[in-house]
């Protein structure tokens, strides 16, 4: 079965730092997506930024970025010159099917 | 462009009584997913509708609960007799194209339904 493992409850970083969140996750199959999600204290989930698998080059959506190491499994997200705005429930998800598979969560707080 | 709806925002029922939760997918997307997150942990799937079609159920619990997708109108994700471990906060997602073994659209998320059981 696969799981995802997000080992950081909780993380800081100070107004215009970069904060990176760690995720490993655990699969047979060779395709696959990757995902993380923001959960701002609205509850609403938002979706930060998508990986496939099957292709080699990191993600980037802004201030966003991940780094993809499939043999490693692990797929963290940098958040570059971060805002008070940025704080919040981050979620790692993996699909290769219909359903995502989450991991529990990292609670970011930013500091100005 | 409305996204994902969801109502209503926040249910209280007791124990025993009955909980509808309706979710309203992105124009255009026929697939919905439901989840269910419990407080201070991840989401956990429950099931993936297409129109009038239940694909996948395999994180529903056996007894109580129960999700049509109608031809017309919104998802329904049903409890029966809720109990006090059903509060949680109950999240839709839609998809424009199916989740299947060789392809995974991404899915966008309502706001979600908080139900707490008195």
């Known amino acids: 079965a696969q799981t995802v493992t997000q080992s950081q409850p909780e993380m800081s970083v100070q107004e215009a730092e970069t904060v990176t969140l760690s995720c490993t996750y655990d699969?047979?199959?060779?395709?696959?997506?990757l995902f993380w999600y923001k959960q701002p204290p609205s509850r609403q989930m938002i979706l930060v930024i998508r990986?496939?698998?099957?292709?080699?080059q990191n993600a980037t959506e802004n201030r966003f970025s991940v780094n993809f190491q499939k043999a490693a499994k692990s797929f963290s997200l940098k958040i570059s010159d971060s805002q008070l705005g940025d704080a919040a429930m981050y979620f790692c998800?993996?699909?290769?099917?219909?359903?995502?598979?989450f991991g529990t969560g990292t609670r970011l707080q930013v500091f100005p | 462009n409305a996204g994902v709806m969801q109502n209503p925002r926040h249910l209280v029922r007791r124990r025993g009584q009955e909980a509808r939760l309706r979710c309203s997918p992105m124009k255009g997307h026929s697939h919905v997913y439901w989840y269910r997150q419990l407080p201070e942990e991840g989401l956990k799937f429950m099931v993936y509708l297409q129109k009038e079609n239940i694909i996948d159920e395999s994180g529903m619990p056996k007894e109580r609960f129960s999700a049509e997708f109608p031809k017309e109108g919104p998802s329904i994700l049903r409890i029966q007799q809720v109990v006090r471990g059903d509060s949680a906060a109950y999240f839709c997602a839609s998809s424009l194209l199916p989740g299947t073994a060789t392809s995974t659209d991404t899915q966008y998320f309502g706001p979600g339904t908080r139900l707490t059981v008195l």
């Open positions: 990986q496939e698998a099957y292709k080699q």
């Open positions: 699969t047979s199959e060779s395709d696959y997506y």
């Open positions: 998800a993996y699909a290769n099917t219909d359903k995502l598979i």
